[in-house]
């Protein structure tokens, strides 16, 4: 299943944050696992006027390249600078959070079901 080899792959680095250089042997590995997944994609932002509504959409391609995340999905493109990502998990979803900075700022958050997720 998707969703079981997306949480093989994370299980033990739950809770911390990752970043390139240090993790990007797995961060790699995270965004080819993401291709073909259905997500639900949010940037949240510090800015009232800036918030993107939750959708939910394919996975085409995704890297994480120079403190940058690129998502290629069925409806857009995305492009969100990050410092690193989060994974936490829960039975049936995996969440992955990815801020812009270390202090207050933008968010782009991915939230991964099972059910969503069953194909093989």
């Known amino acids: 299943m998707l969703f079981d080899n997306l949480y093989n792959l994370v299980k033990d680095n739950l809770n911390q944050r990752l970043f390139d250089p240090k993790n990007l042997e797995l961060l790699k590995q995270l965004m080819k696992t993401l291709v073909g997944m259905t997500v639900h994609l949010q940037v949240n932002s510090d800015s009232q006027y800036y918030r993107i509504n939750e959708s939910v959409m394919c996975v085409k391609s995704a890297t994480f390249v120079g403190g940058k995340i690129s998502?290629?999905?069925?409806?857009?493109?995305?492009?969100?600078?990050a410092v690193g990502i989060i994974i936490t998990a829960q039975p049936d979803q995996i969440m992955i959070t990815a801020p812009n900075s270390e202090e207050v700022g933008s968010m782009l958050i991915m939230i991964i079901t099972r059910e969503e997720n069953r194909a093989t």
Not at 71 to 78: A, G, H, L
């Open 71 to 81: 998502i290629r999905t069925t409806t857009q493109n995305i492009g969100f600078q």
